[in-house]
């Protein structure tokens, strides 16, 4: 059973920066699509942005300009750049490989909370 494993988040000041971590048990390489997701309290999961194997990025438009997403396949690690984070960032992060707009291959890991808070 493939693992991932999040990490990097914390609380930090609004206009604060994170650099998240999610580390697979499995080769990354061989998935095309790698993304994060987040999840606010009493909010549903929703994708924060993706990176395919030949490196094209998407956002959403909540983070365009402030996140970057990036994959180091030989590390088998996705990483999430965040940049001038506001309160609405705060959530519970999370990585895996989409399948659907709906559906991810892999089972979620336990996430890495992140807090925006002065």
């Known amino acids: 059973q493939v693992q991932l494993v999040e990490s990097g988040g914390g609380l930090v000041q609004p206009g604060g920066s994170l650099r998240l971590s999610c580390a697979a048990s499995t080769s990354i390489f061989s998935i095309y699509v790698w993304a994060w997701y987040r999840q606010a309290p009493g909010k549903q999961r929703e994708l924060v942005a993706s990176?395919?194997?030949?490196?094209?990025?998407n956002y959403a438009d909540s983070v365009k300009g402030r996140f970057t997403i990036s994959r180091d396949n030989a590390k088998n690690t996705v990483y999430l750049q965040m940049n001038s984070l506001n309160p609405d960032d705060t959530a519970v992060y999370y990585c895996?490989?989409?399948?659907?707009?709906?559906?991810?291959?892999?089972?979620w890991g336990q996430g890495t909370q992140v807090t925006v808070s002065s």
């Open positions: 990176i395919t194997n030949d490196g094209r990025t």
């Open positions: 895996n490989a989409p399948q659907s707009s709906i559906a991810t291959i892999f089972l």
